[in-house]
């Protein structure tokens, strides 16, 4: 990052807006500032750091604090800096949250924080990166890569702050080494070991999981020796399998046993069978005959009946006989009854007829009497029509009069209409400027409220951060507090162990003695010193400890070792975890503390509440808002349309009277022939409409007269014919009713006659024994299928009863009880065979399964041993608690460090060095990247915090340009083309300000910008370029002098 341009606006004491244009300095790469104590040289400093990152260069002044006591309470505190970064020209501008001067009335109002983030191209473009607080810290942080703690300790080292880097700890060197070197690469490899590594045992983990479920799945059957093992934990799967094998052996055996007594059972039950086969038929045939014998009782006690039916038979074949004439009688009947109907219809309308007759009669002859009426009608008519041609023409006449009348009101109320209409959108016309006006004081006032809405809802995302990161700390505290407690505990039992293991092996040991020595004859030469005298021999132990003891007091201590390591390696996990979120919460409370000064965290939950309270409130305010807003296109719109309207609006107005005057002239001309007209023509048909009317009106009383006469004659005629035909019509009916009478009298005396010949006494006998075709046929199956049936089941019954003379009916029940019960003995026997072929066959199955699961658990159990001790080293959990990335990352500080002791040495003429700290630090504290001085003086190496101010300043320095140098090297995504040094010189001695000052003169060379605040005379003297700050009672400017 190279600065270009910097301007500030009400910062510090610099009250109107201050340019510094870096780029005066051209090809110089060194400058110093000098002026006044307190003129606002380390301002500049501020204002830099406080456009790019809304912080002062040191941690006690804040971008709050900033505002110039200079400035006028309209001027608004303002920083923005144009700057270079690996070739392309970035622009940046901020404001703090501050207080304005209302624009109406007294007090001030809180104006909020503002950032906006520019790229510009060559041409001088610039095209909007981020607009918000929020976005441009995010967009700062991809782009430069380093956050504001960084950036003080590498970039611009501050008034007092110079020792930071020197003396920051391995975790904070990490950080800033993390950015610079890119080591993401290296941790990724940790990462992925981890996970290879959690992958293998989780494998190894399912197998033999599955290999405990799959041997917990065995069918000990009665094998008590497989069933205790089934029970062990944890399970010995060598020995089960060895039992399997033989228990599967036996499993075959006693499945040749069930097979063959399978087939005996099954040989007596098919036996037993076709005897039940055999008593079921002689049982049928018993049967059979039982019901035969109830059949034939039925049908005896049916035959009486069938007696009867027979009877009916034959009643209903001589009613037959009666059924053709007594139908005809019927419908003689019913034609009698229809003619006589019509007679009564006939005679009813006769009567009728003759009544409307006697009244058309009536008025035929009144129509007659009205004949002088209907000639004065005549007269009226042809009167009217003469006078025609003089009613319509002044008619016409008078209508035009009332036209050019009602033209005139007309055109006079349009002139009225046109010059209200004018008045009214020269009204609206104002009305629409001032809503135009406020409309465009509204859209600025949105623009405010929508990044103030923005900067609120990126307040709302880091509270609502924060609050979950608090929250899962707490998680992971009770966690790491429970492994804590799991590792202790293992400890404990781990030391246990050993003790034993050690109390037993002292033992032993102690036992081989005696033992050696109870074996010793005299003369014989000792195994151990060669002697064949044997003074004092060791005596034999009491008790002596078993090798089996040993040896699982040995297992106990492997067993505990590897718990130790699994709770150690968990432990470590759950405090790497709660370091990191640690680190995330620090984080997050610093940026809540800039937004939120007194902040705290039991109150979270609330200022979550408060800030979405005024986001949906400044929401509310932008629907409002937009919505009146979306008023201001159309308003224009209309505007323009009632301009053009008003200019329309006056030409028309102008006509309107033209058109007036015309038709007044016209008008007085036809009044005056209407007059003349008028008094010609009677009053009552002046008007076409009454004349009209009276002409309609004669000639309809004239058409009434006649169409009343015609109509009279022409109804009387019409009804004397229809009582003509309707005397004919009385006449023939009567006549077809007497010969209807006397023709059913006739046939209904034959039907009498025919009844007595066919034995009925009465017509309601005959009437009883009425049967249609269908009923007498069914009738007569009846009889004749009784017949046939008492032959059939007579016959049958005879043949069964010779059939079963002497024979008893077998006891069939007591067969199928015998044969149920070998059935079941045969389904128990299948049963059982089936039950233990399958479970032989999971049995096999699972054998066969655990051999490749056993396997597969030993290769998984060779890749994990493997994969989990570089997992383990690369993570740090090794002698030197240094991880994978953090060896590499001690490796670039060794080059660092390389570059710096070049220069440091010059400065402390060979005394003191940087070196390394290589030891582990106590506890679980992360180390391998704090730093410790090496003193030639008393040749033993010290911690840089106990350097004296100037040494410290050296050492900085020193460091500060090594890394940059290291940093350049690696060509890292991190560009460190500027540095900013404030104050520090003054600690130093001539002969180390000398070396200082060509310290820095070397690093020109690389066209790196260097930056230093000091009032120290040989500084001013020997660079070339100066930036004077001027201090006075109005305020602080700047200006840049070069020496010749």
Not at 371 to 396: C, H, I
Request: proline fraction near 2%; aromatic fraction near 6%; hydrophobic fraction near 35%.
């Amino acid at each position: 990052m190279k600065p270009l341009k910097l301007t500030m606006q009400a910062f510090g004491p610099y009250p109107a807006a201050e340019t510094i244009d870096f780029q005066l300095l051209e090809n110089r790469t060194m400058f110093v500032i000098s002026g006044k104590t307190g003129s606002g040289k380390t301002t500049i400093f501020d204002g830099i750091s406080f456009a790019i990152y809304g912080k002062a260069s040191g941690e006690d002044r804040s971008g709050n604090d900033l505002r110039s006591q200079f400035a006028d309470d309209n001027d608004l505190t303002e920083v923005s800096l144009t700057f270079s970064l690996r070739g392309k020209t970035y622009l940046i501008t901020r404001s703090p949250q501050q207080e304005k001067k209302k624009a109406r009335g007294d007090g001030f109002t809180t104006v909020n924080a503002k950032a906006e983030f520019y790229s510009i191209d060559e041409s001088g473009a610039k095209e909007l990166l981020a607009a918000n607080v929020r976005d441009v810290d995010e967009k700062i942080k991809e782009i430069i890569q380093l956050d504001a703690n960084q950036f003080r300790q590498i970039l611009m080292i501050p008034q007092g702050e110079f020792r930071k880097l020197l003396t920051s700890d391995s975790k904070d060197k990490e950080a800033i080494l993390q950015r610079l070197f890119h080591t993401e690469f290296y941790k990724t490899i940790q990462d992925k070991l981890k996970e290879e590594s959690d992958l293998l045992k989780r494998d190894v983990e399912k197998a033999v999981e599955d290999r405990t479920r799959n041997l917990l799945g065995i069918h000990p059957e009665q094998n008590e020796e497989l069933r205790e093992l089934l029970l062990e934990e944890p399970l010995n799967d060598t020995l089960i399998i060895e039992k399997l094998v033989n228990h599967n052996s036996e499993m075959n055996e006693n499945l040749n046993d069930l097979s063959q007594r399978f087939d005996s059972t099954q040989k007596e039950r098919d036996q037993l069978q076709k005897q039940i086969i055999q008593a079921q038929k002689l049982v049928e045939q018993f049967e059979k005959r039982r019901v035969l014998r109830e059949q034939k009782q039925i049908l005896e006690n049916k035959k009486e009946k069938i007696e009867r039916l027979k009877e009916e038979i034959q009643k209903a074949r001589q009613a037959d006989k009666l059924l053709k004439q007594d139908e005809y009688c019927h419908r003689l009947n019913r034609e009698l009854k229809t003619v006589e109907q019509e007679l009564e219809n006939l005679l009813r309308q006769n009567r009728e007829l003759k009544n409307h007759l006697d009244s058309a009669r009536e008025n035929w002859e009144q129509e007659q009497k009205k004949e002088e009426e209907r000639d004065e009608a005549g007269k009226r008519v042809n009167t009217l029509e003469g006078l025609r041609e003089d009613v319509f023409s002044f008619g016409q006449l008078e209508d035009e009069v009332t036209k050019l009348e009602g033209q005139r009101k007309r055109l006079n109320d349009s002139i009225k209409q046109a010059m209200e209409e004018l008045a009214a959108k020269k009204k609206l016309l104002q009305e629409q400027e001032v809503r135009k006006a406020d409309l465009e004081k509204l859209r600025i006032e949105l623009f405010e409220t929508e990044k103030t809405i923005s900067v609120l809802q990126n307040n709302e995302k880091l509270f609502l951060q924060y609050h979950k990161i608090v929250n899962e700390g707490r998680s992971v505290t009770a966690k790491l507090e429970m492994r804590k407690q799991q590792h202790q505990k293992a400890l404990v039992e781990l030391e246990d162990a050993r003790s034993t293991l050690e109390w037993l092996d002292s033992k032993w040991n102690k036992a081989q003695a005696g033992i050696l020595a109870s074996k010793l004859m005299e003369g014989d030469s000792c195994p151990v010193c060669g002697s064949d005298q044997h003074p004092s021999p060791a005596h034999l132990q009491d008790e002596l400890p078993h090798e089996e003891d040993i040896k699982a007091a040995k297992e106990r201590v492997i067993e505990k070792e590897n718990r130790l390591n699994d709770a150690s390696r968990g432990f470590y996990e759950i405090e790497a975890q709660y370091s990191s979120l640690e680190t995330q919460r620090q984080e997050a409370f610093r940026e809540i503390t800039q937004i939120l000064e007194n902040f705290k965290e039991e109150n979270i939950q609330l200022e979550i509440e408060s800030i979405k309270s005024q986001v949906q409130a400044k929401q509310n305010e932008m629907n409002a808002g937009n919505h009146q807003l979306g008023e201001l296109q159309p308003l224009i719109k209309n505007m323009e349309q009632n301009k053009n309207s008003i200019e329309l609006q006056d030409g028309k107005l102008e006509r309107l009277k033209q058109d007036e005057l015309m038709l007044s002239e016209a008008y007085h001309a036809k009044k005056g022939a209407l007059e003349s007209r008028r008094s010609a023509i009677p009053a009552e048909l002046r008007t076409r409409e009454k004349y009209t009317s009276a002409l309609n009106a004669a000639q309809k009383e004239l058409i009434l007269l006649k169409s009343s006469f015609e109509k009279a004659q022409e109804l009387f005629n019409r009804i004397g014919k229809d009582v003509s035909v309707n005397e004919a019509q009385v006449k023939d009916r009567q006549d077809a009713v007497s010969k209807l009478k006397t023709e059913m009298d006739d046939e209904r005396q034959k039907f009498l006659n025919i009844l007595e010949e066919q034995g009925f006494e009465s017509y309601k006998a005959f009437q009883e024994a009425k049967r249609s075709d269908s009923e007498i046929s069914s009738m007569e199956k009846v009889v004749s299928g009784y017949g046939e049936e008492v032959r059939s089941v007579t016959d049958r019954l005879e043949e069964l009863e010779k059939a079963l003379q002497d024979t008893e009916q077998p006891d069939l029940e007591a067969l199928h009880q015998h044969f149920s019960i070998m059935n079941d003995a045969l389904k128990k026997l299948n049963e059982e065979f089936n039950s233990m072929k399958m479970r032989k066959i999971e049995n096999e199955s699972i054998l066969e399964y655990v051999r490749q699961l056993n396997k597969q658990v030993k290769d998984l159990e060779i890749r994990y041993s493997l994969a989990g001790h570089l997992a383990e080293m690369a993570r740090g959990q090794n002698t030197h608690r240094l991880t994978f990335e953090r060896y590499v990352l001690a490796s670039f500080l060794e080059d660092i460090l390389l570059v710096a002791n070049d220069r440091l040495m010059k400065m402390t003429s060979g005394r003191y060095s940087l070196i390394r700290k290589r030891d582990r630090s106590k506890g679980n504290v992360q180390s391998g990247l704090e730093l410790l001085v090496f003193d030639q003086y008393t040749g033993q190496d010290r911690h840089v915090k106990t350097l004296s101010g100037g040494e410290s300043f050296k050492a900085a320095l020193c460091l500060a340009l090594g890394l940059a140098d290291v940093v350049q090297q690696y060509a890292g995504g991190v560009s460190l083309e500027t540095m900013f040094i404030d104050e520090g010189f003054g600690t130093l001695d001539p002969e180390s300000l000398d070396h200082a000052i060509e310290a820095l003169m070397d690093i020109q060379s690389s066209g790196r910008l260097v930056g230093l605040i000091s009032h120290v005379p040989e500084l001013k003297e020997r660079i070339d370029a100066r930036l004077e700050v001027i201090s006075s009672q109005t305020g602080s400017t700047t200006k840049f002098q070069f020496l010749a």
